[in-house]
């Protein structure tokens, strides 16, 4: 119990999330941890609606994420936790959260960042972060469904 899942999916909560993941790893609560939506009044809301109906959720801040998950606040909890990108999980992971894997959905082009597969592209940060946590035994996929190959993410990165 406590996390069962990680993901990083700058989309948080969308189709793939709600149904595909959410039933598919048996989550009981979902835990969305980025610094900017915690504040967005209409992101909050937007969530809220996207959740599976019956599933709880959680959206907090990377430091109040860091303090609640190492407090045994969700243990109790079949948890699925999801950052809007590599950086909060770094900073998750680099914060005492002892996660072994966790999964890349979907991260947009932006200036400066180059498409490893269709649904993710990297900034030089990103893979820098990514190296980071696979130096420290981090297994870490890119996957967009659960039935995607879960090949590590390093296969992407040559």
Do not use: C
């Amino acid at each position: 119990m406590g996390i069962i899942h990680a993901r990083v999916d700058e989309r948080l909560i969308h189709g793939q999330v709600a149904t595909v993941w959410t039933n598919l790893i048996g989550a009981s609560r979902i835990i969305v941890v980025n610094d900017k939506v915690v504040h967005d009044k209409m992101q909050i809301g937007a969530l809220k609606l996207a959740k599976p109906t019956g599933v709880k959720l959680s959206i907090l801040s990377v430091r109040k994420g860091i303090e609640n998950i190492k407090n045994g606040k969700y243990d109790e909890d079949n948890a699925f936790l999801i950052t809007r990108n590599i950086q909060d999980m770094r900073t998750l992971i680099d914060g005492g959260i002892e996660l072994e894997k966790f999964n890349v959905g979907n991260i947009s082009a932006k200036p400066g960042s180059k498409a490893i597969k269709k649904s993710v592209a990297l900034t030089d940060e990103d893979i820098n972060d990514i190296k980071h946590l696979l130096d420290n035994g981090v297994q870490i996929t890119a996957q967009m469904l659960p039935g995607e190959s879960d090949v590590s993410i390093e296969a992407f990165l040559k």
